[in-house]
């Protein structure tokens, strides 16, 4: 190892002893943002910037799993991402394939689970069958549970849970007296998860971007300008630990 990367590693080491082992967020959610900026920089394409995000979700999923959060959910493909230029659609559908082919026996080795949320069936077939088998061969792990929303949008994801409520609705399976908060978190792509503790939004942007928007009810936010290729362990550290220093009422005083 480098000088440069064991000084790293000792600093990570550092920060990491400083933390509530028993205050780690239990979910923690990231809208990946800034890899067009961080390739724009360097005068490069843009789905090189995406690859370079590739990396960090690399190192973050394993940092992630070193530090005991149980869930991570990350933002890869909105909704509304359709609207851009086509060779980066498929560039980023191509990117998937790779990233999957190349790190699900690692991560089948370290027992994180893969659990794709968002409406897949307008992926191309030779990403979902990818995507299918990815969480097939890891459904049985028991660590970290690795959400990657894909085509996903918060609205579009109540609408999905009012229809599937609806339907129960009409066909007499529930009564309107049933519908509660509960009902309707059981109908979203994320049922039986707890909801995120920590959303973190790199890139300088503040907004939340049609992102778990029933789930982040409570969540805790944490922004940062560090564009998302540049996101390393020592970040998601500090979130964490800015994170244990907020004071959570969930409404109460
Ligand atoms: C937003 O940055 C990022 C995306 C729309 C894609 C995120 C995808 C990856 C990190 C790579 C592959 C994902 C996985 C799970 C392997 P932007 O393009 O909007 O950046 P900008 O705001 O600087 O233009």
Sequence with gaps: MGFIKKRQKNFDEEIEKK???NN???????????NGRWAKKRGFIRTLGHRAGMEAVR???KASSEIGIKYLTLYAFSTEN????????????????EYLG????ELNENNVKLNFIGDLSMIPEKCRIK???????????????????????????IVRAFKMIGSSLLSGKIDLNDIDENVIADNLYTS?????????RPSGELRISNFMLWQSAYSELWFSDVLWPDFEKKHLLQAIFDYQKRNRRFGGI
């Design 19 to 21: 933390l509530d082992k």
């Design 24 to 34: 780690v967020p239990k979910h923690v959610a990231i809208i990946m943002d800034g």
């Design 59 to 61: 190192r973050i999923v």
């Design 82 to 97: 359709w609207k851009r230029p086509v060779d980066e659609v498929n560039g980023l559908m191509d990117l998937l394939i």
């Design 102 to 105: 190349r790190e699900v026996n």
């Design 131 to 157: 995507i299918k088998e990815s969480e097939e061969i890891t459904k049985n792990n028991t660590g970290l549970t690795l959400n990657i929303a894909l085509n996903y949008g918060g609205r579009s994801e």
């Design 192 to 200: 039986g998860q707890p909801d995120p503790d920590l959303i973190i």
